[in-house]
């Protein structure tokens, strides 16, 4: 909070006073982050909407662990999955169940975008050097596949 408030030219004090804790602010930030994702419609595919969150973590540093943290202590108030749970129910999953599918699809979002990010700031500090990829296209949507296929199996059954 120090450092923040060093780069803004505040007292740490000013930013408690606008956040009660670091938490808070981590999850402002990715409040503010997630605010970028597309507005979800029904018949926006589940494949879109996995990977316009993964390009909307990809534009910010960081951005798939600080969203991860303030999803964890549940003080996020954008809720990545919101999208995807509306498309499964537009289909016609059951709210928990579609709930528990558009968390699995978050978590396998939140931790390839958070290699892909780790892999990005090691290879700009030298400690992975080329031809190391940082972006893995193929695996993510590789991983995606598995994941809309397992769940058209389930809303099959």
């Known amino acids: 909070m120090r450092r923040i408030a060093d780069v803004l030219g505040v007292q740490a004090a000013a930013i408690y006073w606008h956040f009660a804790n670091k938490q808070t602010l981590i999850a402002a930030v990715g409040d503010a982050i997630l605010a970028d994702q597309a507005d979800w419609g029904d018949s926006m595919a589940l494949e879109?909407?996995?990977?316009?969150?993964?390009?909307?973590?990809?534009?910010?540093?960081?951005?798939?662990?600080?969203?991860?943290?303030?999803?964890?202590?549940?003080?996020?108030?954008?809720?990545?999955?919101?999208?995807?749970?509306?498309?499964?129910?537009?289909?016609?999953?059951?709210?928990?169940?579609?709930?528990?599918?558009?968390?699995?699809?978050?978590?396998?979002?939140?931790?390839?975008?958070?290699?892909?990010q780790t892999r990005q700031n090691l290879l700009a500090v030298g400690v992975l050097a080329p031809p190391t990829e940082a972006i893995d296209e193929d695996g993510f949507e590789f991983g995606l596949q598995i994941l809309v296929s397992g769940a058209r199996a389930l809303a099959a059954r």
């Open 48 to 116: 879109e909407w996995a990977r316009d969150l993964r390009d909307v973590l990809l534009r910010h540093r960081d951005a798939a662990e600080l969203v991860a943290a303030s999803l964890a202590v549940g003080l996020c108030e954008h809720a990545p999955e919101v999208g995807a749970v509306a498309i499964l129910e537009a289909q016609g999953w059951q709210p928990d169940d579609a709930g528990h599918a558009a968390s699995a699809m978050v978590h396998f979002i939140l931790g390839h975008v958070m290699q892909e």
